[in-house]
């Protein structure tokens, strides 16, 4: 696994697409915290939190060799734990529904109706390819790594209060494209880039 840990998150990739369980198991244990944190900032559930993230990390090995070399696994991760917890979530007001056939629940039900697939993935990749080098990569290790502040600017040898600079650049620079986009400025990736996201 050591030596697994010095490999580019394309190297792994590659090598996952080839059915290498060691670079399996060395994107797990890079990313299964941060996805961890984001599933539960949305579901609210800590069982449930843990089974969703099993069953996304189930999904990119069973869907590895779909996956490009070039991709990002950060982006296609974060994308996915979305979508699951968001479905998650749908459920679980479609079930309060049943009991309370309020409005406010009815509506909240309709802003959440994401279906799977990769829809969101592309709009997320096509956000980051209009950043700047620099913030697209602080966007990647803040928001997809879950580090902190201190530790982005510590990889990036640049000062925490740079990486604060380029962070808000970003966010605010991807909100602004997926307004731009017609048909996604409803949808629940916008709610989560403009609001979920950013704290």
């Keep these: 696994m050591a030596a697994y840990s010095a490999y580019t998150d394309q190297e792994l990739t590659a090598l996952l ?9 060395a994107l797990y244990w890079k990313y299964h915290q941060a996805i961890y944190k984001n599933i539960f900032k949305l579901t609210k559930d800590k069982l449930s939190s843990q089974d969703i993230l099993q069953d996304v990390f189930s999904a990119l090995w069973n869907k590895r060799e779909s996956l ?3 991709q990002s696994p950060a982006n296609w991760l974060f994308t996915v734990s979305f979508n699951y917890a968001i479905n998650f979530t749908k459920k679980r007001l479609k079930e309060a529904i ?3 056939r309020s409005a406010d629940l009815e509506d909240l039900a309709e802003l959440y109706e994401v279906e799977e697939g990769d ?3 592309k709009l997320l990749q096509m956000a980051l390819q209009k950043l700047s080098p620099q913030k697209r990569r602080v966007f990647e290790l803040c928001k997809l790594e879950g580090k902190t502040y201190d530790q982005t600017a510590l990889e990036m040898n ?3 209060h740079t990486v604060k600079e380029y962070l808000s650049g970003a966010v605010e620079s991807i909100k602004k494209f997926i307004k731009d986009n017609p048909g996604y400025s409803e949808t629940a990736l916008f709610v989560v ?5 950013i704290k």
Excluded: C, N, P, W
Aim: proline share 0%; glycine share 4%.
């Design 119 to 121: 829809e969101q993935y």
């Design 158 to 160: 640049i000062s925490k």
């Design 98 to 100: 049943v009991v309370d």
């Design 68 to 70: 490009h070399a070039d």
């Design 193 to 197: 880039l403009t609001e979920y996201i």
């Design 17 to 25: 697409r080839q059915g290498d369980s060691m670079a399996f198991d």
